[in-house]
């Protein structure tokens, strides 16, 4: 096929679905089917604006670009858009006040990066050196909105200018980019006409909105800057039509207009003056509470997984954290009632990244039988990353580096509700110390940024440390920053009164944010009819006490439980004990061997394998020789 200049993107995402096995398409990302090795699960991806190819069980042993991998099979050659072979994205015309098309600006990508190139009216031909004067973009629905005294807006940027104009804010911005605002487009604007000023949240976005409202302002207009709530970067920062990707759908046109009703008017030595040179050089970042509006919390399940913020569900191995989970992200996708049987009012999409389960022979079987709906389920198989020759290489992923790639693909689901790091430990990255409280404040603290942002609950799974004496919350594996980051901790615990060992409860070990004596929850996992784990809850709230489920403390312990801890305790305060003496003298004491397994594990007990068989010891008794087993 010919690489001519009527080839479209169409076009070469006709070519790709053609000659990979498409599994999932993201916009530009395509997940496929590798064609260099056996892949029942899909395993590479397909970049359409990159012409980029990248396979995660491959790495580097196949090509990386799109034009290579047709040359190594033999397919024929990829058709890329434009005949320049730069794969344009959109095109924006810049109208004059008549309304007749004098330029196009298109936008492109260019090794990877935006890049942006100006054409005729006709669009064939380039602007490079022929000195047209280019209008103000969107100038004719600009000149009528003033004509009609409307308010309008200043933007950076056409796709900025778009996105308002959709929400029917009339918008323009000038075609030289941030810092190229000319008298000849304030003198666009009547005096007296009112104006609102939108800016990318970093430095070159500052510069401009000062630039632009100063020029407004002299010229006699009653200008506003509307602040999107964005922390200002050095560059690269986000903008409007970033706040209005993240909004959520259903409230997005209410909140869009408090926005605008908080706008601040501009003036040179004003407030907005003033936060824009603290915004400039280095000091203290903060607001007046009077600027903040109160918000109500919002909650994935209503006073249990909040949304915009961390949630830990804590427990030992084998519990059946995950599977909570699963049938967490089940409910999620599928709109279902909660367990506690409050209605689902935030359905959405799911993200889970899962460093200890197969998704083929696990992840995804579990979550079919939780009732997901898998179309809306993203699992994370890791990143692309480029080295220092600027290649993409595949790699695990890890919240110390690679948040924005996932924070990106959350802004792409658009309607993303949960966010699941299973175990949360396994992505804090190999520069952070688990035990270090700043090293994991500083990693944990972008996440909830990031969940706030997006509105996503982000919930950790995690394992408790070994500690018979700490406190529930100081329990939890590593620094104590995990619970004190967290909004909500769930423990997840062994009911201590049931005989069956079957019954596990759910329970609150942090929930500040909600009223006293929310309560718990009581599940069992069973297998369903192809031997999947699913979770049944039981209905009805909870009360024990979490303290009570996990203590060491015969006389926290409740019923026969209670009894036969307080039996072992002194049966073993003398020294280590083989198992069967143990049962044997338990069983004359009047106590069930199934119940001396369950205080034997709430008082920490670890029993130790030797030649004569199972012994058990208390925590800190002498032990003999042998192999240690936690069950």
Request: charged fraction near 25%; include cysteine.
């Amino acid at each position: 096929m010919m690489n001519d200049a009527h080839t479209t993107p169409g076009d070469l995402l006709s070519w790709i679905r053609q000659h990979f096995r498409v599994a999932e398409e993201h916009g530009p990302e395509l997940v496929v089917h590798c064609p260099f090795h056996s892949d029942s699960t899909p395993s590479a991806g397909v970049n359409v604006e990159r012409r980029a190819f990248n396979c995660f069980r491959c790495g580097d042993s196949v090509p990386g670009k799109l034009t290579e991998v047709a040359a190594r099979l033999g397919w024929p050659a990829p058709p890329f858009p434009g005949g320049n072979g730069r794969p344009e994205e959109t095109e924006y015309p810049y109208r004059n006040a008549e309304g007749k098309v004098v330029a196009v600006k298109r936008r492109y990508y260019r090794d990877g990066r935006k890049a942006f190139a100006w054409y005729d009216a006709s669009g064939g031909k380039t602007l490079r050196g022929k000195g047209i004067v280019l209008p103000l973009y969107r100038l004719p629905e600009l000149l009528g909105a003033l004509g009609r005294g409307e308010v309008v807006a200043v933007c950076e940027g056409e796709k900025n200018a778009d996105d308002l104009a959709r929400l029917g804010i009339p918008a323009t911005t000038c075609p030289g980019g941030a810092g190229k605002w000319r008298p000849a487009d304030s003198e666009t604007f009547p005096a007296g006409a009112s104006v609102l000023v939108f800016y990318d949240a970093d430095l070159p976005g500052v510069k401009h909105r000062d630039q632009v409202c100063s020029a407004l302002v002299e010229r006699g207009c009653a200008v506003k800057v509307v602040e999107l709530g964005y922390q200002v970067t050095e560059d690269h920062g986000r903008d409007v039509s970033d706040w209005i990707a993240a909004a959520d759908p259903f409230t997005c046109e209410s909140d869009f207009l408090a926005l605008l009703k908080g706008a601040k008017a501009w003036s040179a030595e004003g407030p907005a003056e003033a936060k824009g040179k603290s915004e400039l050089a280095p000091g203290l970042v903060y607001r007046l509470a009077s600027e903040i509006a109160p918000v109500p919390i919002r909650w994935l399940w209503k006073d249990r997984i909040p949304l915009g913020k961390l949630a830990l569900i804590v427990g030992d191995g084998g519990l059946g954290k995950t599977t909570v989970a699963h049938n967490l992200v089940a409910r999620t996708t599928a709109r279902a009632p909660w367990p506690d049987g409050e209605e689902n009012t935030e359905p959405g999409s799911a993200v889970i990244l899962n460093a200890e389960d197969d998704p083929a022979d696990t992840t995804v079987p579990r979550l079919v039988a939780a009732g997901a709906v898998c179309e809306r389920v993203v699992l994370v198989d890791g990143v692309r990353r480029r080295d220092e020759s600027g290649k993409l290489k595949a790699g695990y992923f890890n919240l110390d580096t690679d948040l924005g790639a996932l924070e990106e693909r959350i802004r792409e689901l658009g309607d993303c509700k949960v966010v699941v790091l299973d175990p949360l430990s396994a992505y804090l990255g190999g520069r952070v110390n688990a035990w270090r409280e700043d090293d994991v404040r500083r990693v944990l603290g972008p996440v909830a940024a990031m969940a706030a942002r997006h509105g996503v609950a982000v919930l950790g799974i995690m394992h408790p440390n070994k500690s018979t004496t700490a406190t529930v919350l100081h329990r939890i594996s590593g620094s104590a920053a995990f619970g004190n980051s967290a909004r909500m901790v769930w423990m997840v615990a062994p009911d201590p009164t049931d005989e069956t060992e079957q019954r596990k409860l759910f329970l609150p070990s942090k929930a500040n944010i909600v009223a006293p004596g929310i309560g718990g929850l009581a599940f069992k996992t069973v297998q369903d009819s192809k031997g999947q784990p699913v979770v049944e809850w039981e209905r009805g709230v909870v009360s024990m006490d979490v303290s009570t489920a996990m203590s060491n403390d015969p006389g926290e312990l409740p019923g026969a439980c209670a009894e036969a801890a307080k039996w072992l305790r002194d049966f073993l305060a003398e020294g280590e004990q083989n198992s069967t003496d143990v049962y044997k003298a338990g069983k004359g004491a009047g106590h069930a061997e199934r119940t001396l397994r369950r205080a034997q594990r709430a008082l920490g007990i670890k029993p130790r394998k030797s030649e004569g068989g199972w012994r058990w010891a208390l925590p800190g008794a002498p032990e003999g020789g042998g192999d240690e087993i936690d069950f």
